[in-house]
């Protein structure tokens, strides 16, 4: 039963159950008590209590699963601003964590009409297709596919340990210098779900960019499929 206070009731469910969480009692991952559970605990309507864990789930603190439950969402490990142009691995390590790659695999083949269009080529010249997944201390955390034209990186093209970046400017002297970038949520597959290593429920968000070199030639046309759950995204916006 919530104490009585000045505040409005929804605001007293919610400081008690961000409590919870903060706590510790309401643990990452956990289905939470069904809503006539929780309003006879807080001594609420259920009206009041869909308010209070409707603002709980805009500030990202649970998420709902449709015909299966509220769960307390689990804490990105991973935070970044987007604003910098950063490669998946300085990201990884400026966390304190350890990246790695692992089902790395390379393709040459005709770029799609789309890609050719990115990347200022012509109808079905090649490409190199990059796909591997990135790991920041074991964990899978996003699924990469990159496109690099074959003109630039040649036939002696056999793959790489290190970030894009850096073999790039460590094999061809290309310095990446900016990217236009846009940034959606998709729908989860099978190969997401596997390469992820996250269920049906979990969330994908898709980083596509255009990174250019100093001379404006696009160099690189990239999708990171980040696993929702471990990466927090934030844009840092200012007033003129």
Known sequence: MLVPDKKPLYELALNKMEE??????????MKLPSEASLSKEFGISRATLREAMRIMEDEGLIMKQQGVGTFVRKKPIIRSGLEELFSVTSLIKRQGMKPGTKDFTF???P???SEAEK???NPGEEIYKVERVRTADGIP???CVDRLPHKIVGDNFNGFEESMFTFLEKE????????VSSIKVVKNDVILE?????????????????????NNRPILFSSN????????????RKRD
């Open 111 to 113: 770029a799609l009409e």
């Open 20 to 29: 919870l969480i903060k706590t510790g009692v309401w643990k990452e991952g």
């Open 107 to 109: 393709y040459k083949l």
């Open 119 to 121: 990347l200022k080529l």
């Open 225 to 236: 499929y980040f696993n929702a759950d471990k990466f927090d995204f934030y844009v840092i």
């Open 141 to 143: 955390v996003v699924y």
């Open 194 to 214: 596997k390469k992820l290593n996250i269920g049906k429920n979990g969330s994908v968000l898709l980083l596509e960019q255009i990174h250019y070199d100093e």
């Open 172 to 179: 061809h002297s290309i310095k990446i210098t900016y990217a």
